[in-house]
């Protein structure tokens, strides 16, 4: 992999990563940019004691242009993009409309493929393999920043989700806290070790579920599995089965099996529903250990933590969409309408041949 570092007309910072060791990256931005200007702000809720970042300036970002307007294409004559240059394998740049900015985080955009109809399913496992070694590095990178405790990388897929660009793309969110969800999985792994006498709540939970009927595929270094209270409808965790707290822990093994084990994950994704339905949104969502101190958490370390991804739609069935309705959003209590044993099954069933 060879890694390409620029800046855009507005300053932000644009990052290719390319297969090939002798490509050259000199094209020059020549839009006419003004400076970015954020009002990214974390709020603490006091009575909930989680945060929300209040980012106004969002409402002025991209929606849904024309593919012939796309700012994630590389850019082609005079029509100018966020990406310089004329083709890309994989490029990284700093969000035009962050969610969160300087002392509040920091929002990066992933561009999987220059092809604009294309998914991530579309991609070779070469190229799945270079947007794991994306995903990667700026895993390490974002850590360095002073103001950032964790980093996310992401997919959000589909209009549905909320989608409002529809070139293949990802996001990668630095907070400056570690987030609601990852408190929850820190606080449950806390006290199962405190609990058990020193064992490890996701090695629990990895095992148990291998060996068990809602096992959708298997390699010789990963595991995906529907969980046993699964949230949505079909929803995929999947593991690497040597405990490694982030992406960075991967060894080599793991890094060259994942692409197959993933593209095939999200191929069966798309065949849930069957032939004549629109490509099945989801969110995919790479799960890893904060990089700040656990000591409010007592006992554990962040080698406690296990790397995981977590992959879901938003489709309960053809047709039909899982709303967050007034339980889930009122109460944070889901209720779902398909068996995680019958999830496993449909997802056993759509496997390639």
């Known amino acids: 992999m060879k890694k390409t570092s620029t800046r855009l007309a507005d300053g932000r910072e644009l990052i290719y990563y390319d297969a090939r060791d002798d490509a050259v990256r000199a094209a020059v931005d020549r839009r006419p940019l003004g400076p970015v200007s954020t009002t990214s702000e974390i709020r603490a809720d006091r009575l909930l004691g989680d945060a929300v970042a209040i980012a ?164 010789e270094h990963w595991v995906a599995f529907v969980p046993y209270a699964a949230h949505w409808p079909y929803e995929v965790h999947l593991y690497p089965k040597r405990r490694v707290p982030d992406l960075l822990g991967l060894d080599e093994a793991a890094r060259t099996e994942f692409p197959r084990l993933y593209l095939e994950l999200l191929r069966r994704f798309d065949r849930i529903f069957g032939a004549g339905e629109t490509p099945t949104p989801y969110i995919s969502a790479w799960h890893q250990a904060p990089f700040g101190t656990l000591d409010r958490y007592g006992g554990i370390s962040r080698d406690d933590f296990a790397l995981h991804l977590e992959l879901f739609t938003i489709r309960r069935t053809s047709g039909k969409l899982k709303f967050l309705a007034g339980s889930e959003s009122g109460m944070s209590v889901f209720i779902n309408d398909v068996p995680p044993e019958a999830a496993a099954d449909r997802l056993r069933e759509v496997a390639s041949s």
Not at 96 to 111: H, I, K, N, W
Not at 116 to 126: R, W
């Open 56 to 219: 106004s300036h969002r409402q002025g970002r991209t929606y849904h242009p024309p593919a012939d307007e796309c700012p994630l294409c590389p850019s082609a004559g005079e029509r100018l993009s966020e990406i310089p240059e004329s083709s890309y394998d994989v490029v990284v740049f700093e969000n035009r409309f962050p969610s969160l900015a300087g002392d509040a985080g920091r929002c990066e955009v992933v561009c999987f493929t220059p092809d604009h109809d294309s998914s991530f399913a579309d991609l070779t496992p070469e190229q799945a393999g270079l947007v794991l070694e994306a995903w990667t590095d700026r895993t390490a990178e974002l850590s360095h920043l002073p103001s950032v405790e964790q980093v996310f990388c992401f997919e959000n897929r589909g209009a549905e989700i909320g989608v409002t660009l529809g070139h293949p793309h990802g996001q990668i969110y630095a907070y400056p806290f570690v987030t609601p969800r990852t408190d929850l999985m820190l606080r449950s792994l806390a006290a199962f070790k405190e609990s058990s006498g020193g064992q490890n709540l996701f090695d629990d939970i990895v095992a148990a579920e291998s060996a068990g009927e809602r096992v959708v595929l298997e390699g």
